[in-house]
């Protein structure tokens, strides 16, 4: 999936396409992009409305995955929600995992690195989530936990 915002940012920080000078921009400004990830705008808005702040904790995981999935009736929605879920997933194995950290794969695609070196695709995880409610983002972090 394209992350608008991602292209945004690099071209801020001089950056071009997603290849290796992205990769190697990623890894001078962790902070930056970790924060600029963890924005997950329609998510936070949508659980919002639903009483449900994101504080970015595992509890906050079990909370979202226990709320009505009201987003599936909208299509256009669906895929930006999962999205952001991914991308929330990821903020808080990076933020509460030791060792783990955003890594950007070819072609720019955010990916979580965990200390043992294993990635986790948490933007796909997200959108299954999304479309399915399964794997419950509580499960993915709960194995990124135990790895």
């Given at each position: 999936m394209n992350i608008p915002f991602l292209e945004a940012w690099r071209k801020r920080h001089g950056g071009g396409h997603a290849g290796s000078a992205a990769r190697s921009e990623v890894e001078s400004d962790r902070e930056g992009v970790a924060d600029m990830l963890a924005e997950c705008e329609l998510l936070r808005a949508r659980v919002q409305e639903l009483g449900v702040r994101l504080d970015d904790t595992p509890r906050s995981l079990e909370l979202i995955d226990q709320l009505p999935p009201r987003?599936?009736?909208d299509p256009e929605e669906l895929p930006w929600l999962g999205n952001d879920a991914g991308l929330y997933l990821g903020t808080v194995i990076v933020r509460t995992v030791p060792g783990a950290s955003w890594q950007?794969?070819?072609?720019?695609?955010?990916?979580?690195?965990l200390a043992s070196g294993r990635e986790l695709h948490v933007v796909?995880?997200?959108?299954?989530?999304?479309?399915?409610?399964?794997?419950e983002l509580?499960?993915?972090y709960a194995?990124?936990?135990?790895?």
């Open positions: 987003w599936r009736d950007l794969m070819p072609g720019g695609h955010p990916v979580v690195r796909e995880a997200g959108l299954d989530w999304a479309m399915s409610g399964s794997p509580s499960q993915v194995e990124a936990a135990e790895a």
